[in-house]
């Protein structure tokens, strides 16, 4: 008795009942692990592994195991911590954002954005923490009084405004990702067979029991959380931002940063989620949940911001020129014809071209096709970054000190190290969590789907419950197009 | 405590809500209603009333813009006042965004709390769970049979003439 509805197309394909959502997504909750997944981990414990040596080095030697010198005294760490912060900003705009803008398709790919939010914002931290050389005193970034007299942090620094925002940005995405999870470690709970998994998940689902009081109280958090996190997301970049916008650096000291920021944040976390999906949903046959218009939907978030990008870059160019100061057009013709053209023209292929092949039917439900935009944009943004920070500092005012930038190998061992770090984190996530969030997808089951999955015949309900739920619908009205919204 | 429930379970939430509202009608005192998500318009169904949460929300947001701003006056402008790049000792525009960051900071924290301890969530090893499949596919409608004192038979044919699909007895043992 199922019919699709000529109305809107289902989120969820495959005409799924809620048992097989159960089902489809404990899979490999549940299943022993296999040796795809252990290959993975292999690869990605060895570059974690990489992670730890590069580490040592830097602790142990100093930061003189970087390529940083008296000139560039900021580069890859920025570049990296920028780079995975803004990565981190999709998974906050997908739960939080579009769950004030009820998006419903948003249900399918929220969970594993967000834990790829929470691991890229651990990834970001270990930059700075490990810049400041003496990690062990990482404290003293908190207003704390020290122990030389009653000396306070300053407040007036965005570096300070940092702490705070990456501090709060991180435990608020974990508090959101967490809530989220409980009703979905109560299903894994009730189902475990083994005493270890079922005693590990009812520790894990904090004693829920599905009452409707506590659904109830559940959705009113759900949606205050993507209440304040929206401003939040927005504010962290902001704030990342002005890092940089508040310093008197030519092509650093420009208006223009807190919204290109963001928007380049939001791009670049797309491609990834886009990157992680794509794999994601082949491996664990997550096709039904994770489809092509899932994948269509987020190519365009990611045209949109990869465009606002673009005018971003032309804008400064225009402003620079505008401004009539000599050595802000320096800093940016610097940029495209310096040493450093390279570095430039990759971002501007990579950030302001590719996203645009988006535009092409195609090309946006393609598979190989979006995963290698997706790479791209990654490459690209970290490019931007990269361009920001060091060719705005390699020609400063004097000349005599102008320099180049060479990573070293420890530079390299810790970028790569920190993707080491990030999928070993996502892969024991993918395994042990479910990573599509259950509860939220049987919730969008019956969307676009005129009778349920679970349609009980001989009752007569769909009549009746037409007038129990929307009591304003003609009779005439499928019930559910309301039901949901 | 042990306590007796009869237990109605249902397949879809469409008949599920027609069945509270007819059960309620009837006079049967619903315990409670476990669901594997949240459904919508079980709140009015049930006479649930509207949280209070968003209330708590909006105070300890207030305690984390006042407790910011208190703290930044006065390290910066009472307790070791500095001339930092020429600026005010307490420059207020320079203390937004931590001020900001701070009242998102208590008001996430301060809720979450609050909704664990309102609805006494905490890590435990056991969970009274009274069908465990309710967390799977199935929508439990729980009647406490020793509160309420209905005959179980009657309350079975009402339970099935509202569409449930099985009804159980259980009995649970609650602190």
């Avoid at chain 1, 997808?441 to 009752?459: A, C, F, M, Q, R």
């Amino acid at each position: 008795m199922q019919h699709v509805s000529a109305v809107r197309e289902p989120l969820v394909t495959g005409g799924k009942t809620y048992h097989d959502v159960t089902q489809d997504v404990c899979r490999q909750v549940e299943a022993k692990p296999n040796v795809r997944w252990m290959a993975a981990l292999s690869v990605a414990l060895f570059l974690f592994g990489v992670f730890l040596y590069s580490v040592y080095r830097t602790l142990w030697y100093g930061i003189g195991e970087w390529g940083l010198n008296k000139t560039i005294g900021w580069a890859w760490d920025i570049t990296n911590f920028v780079w995975w912060v803004g990565i981190g900003h999709a998974g906050t705009l997908i739960s939080a954002v579009l769950l004030l803008f009820r998006q419903k398709w948003r249900t399918s790919i929220n969970r594993a954005a967000e834990a790829m939010t929470i691991f890229a914002v651990i990834c970001a931290a270990m930059f700075p923490v490990l810049h400041m050389g003496r990690p062990w005193l990482a404290f003293w970034v908190l207003p704390l009084q020290n122990t030389f007299g009653s000396l306070w942090v300053n407040f007036n620094s965005p570096l300070l405004w940092d702490v705070f925002a990456i501090s709060t940005y991180f435990s608020v995405s974990l508090v959101f990702w967490y809530t989220g999870l409980i009703p979905d470690f109560a299903t894994i709970r009730d189902r475990a067979k083994g005493p270890i998994a079922r005693r590990a998940y009812a520790l894990l689902s904090f004693g829920w029991t599905g009452s409707a009081k506590h659904w109830s109280r559940y959705e009113t958090v759900s949606l205050i959380l993507a209440g304040v996190s929206t401003p939040l997301v927005l504010s962290v970049h902001t704030i990342v931002s002005m890092d940089f916008a508040t310093s008197v650096v030519p092509g650093w000291h420009t208006t223009i940063f807190p919204p290109y920021f963001v928007a380049g944040a939001i791009f670049s976390g797309f491609a990834m989620v886009l990157t992680l999906m794509l794999i994601t949903r082949v491996v664990f046959k997550l096709e039904d949940y994770i489809t092509l218009e899932h994948i269509a939907l987020m190519n365009k978030i990611m045209m949109i911001t990869g465009s606002i990008v673009g005018v971003a870059y032309i804008t400064e160019f225009f402003i620079a020129w505008y401004s009539q100061v000599e050595f802000e057009q320096y800093a940016f013709i610097n940029r495209a014809t310096g040493p450093y053209w390279w570095a430039y023209w990759s971002m501007m292929t990579c950030n302001v071209i590719t996203p645009q092949l988006v535009w092409i039917r195609k090309v946006r439900y393609s598979i190989p096709l979006t995963f290698v935009l997706s790479i791209i944009v990654n490459i690209g943004m970290w490019f931007e970054r990269f361009v920001i920070i060091v060719t705005s500092l390699h020609r400063d005012y004097l000349p005599s000190s102008w320099a180049m930038f060479s990573p070293t190998r420890i530079d390299v061992g810790i970028y790569v190290g920190t993707i080491g770090l990030f999928f070993t984190l996502f892969l024991l996530f993918a395994k042990f969590f479910p990573v599509i969030n259950m509860a939220e997808v049987k919730s969008i089951l019956k969307y676009g789907v005129d009778n349920g999955p679970t349609y009980v015949e001989g009752h007569g309900h769909h009549a009746h419950a037409q007038h129990a739920v929307t009591p304003g619908v003609p009779a005439s009205a499928p019930v559910n197009y309301n039901k949901h919204d | 405590m042990t306590k007796r429930f009869a237990l109605g379970i249902f397949d879809d939430e469409d008949v599920l809500l027609h069945a509270i509202e007819n059960i309620r009608a009837a006079g049967v005192k619903i315990h409670d209603v476990f669901t594997p998500f949240p459904v919508h318009g079980i709140d009015d169904a049930l006479g649930i009333e509207r949280s209070r949460l968003p209330i708590a929300a909006f105070f300890f947001g207030l305690c984390g813009t006042s407790f910011a701003l208190w703290m930044q006056i006065y390290m910066l402008g009472f307790d070791w006042p500095m001339i930092i790049g020429g600026k005010p000792h307490i420059a207020l525009p320079a203390f937004i965004p931590v001020t900001f960051e701070l009242t998102v900071l208590f008001c996430a924290w301060g809720m979450m709390i609050t909704f664990f301890t309102v609805c006494g969530l905490y890590p435990r090893l056991k969970v009274p769970v009274l069908d465990v499949r309710s967390t799977d596919d199935k929508f439990v409608m729980a009647i406490d049979l020793d509160n309420d004192n209905v005959d179980m038979n009657r309350l079975k044919q009402l339970l099935r003439d509202n569409g449930a699909s099985e009804v159980n007895e259980k009995e649970m043992t609650q602190k």
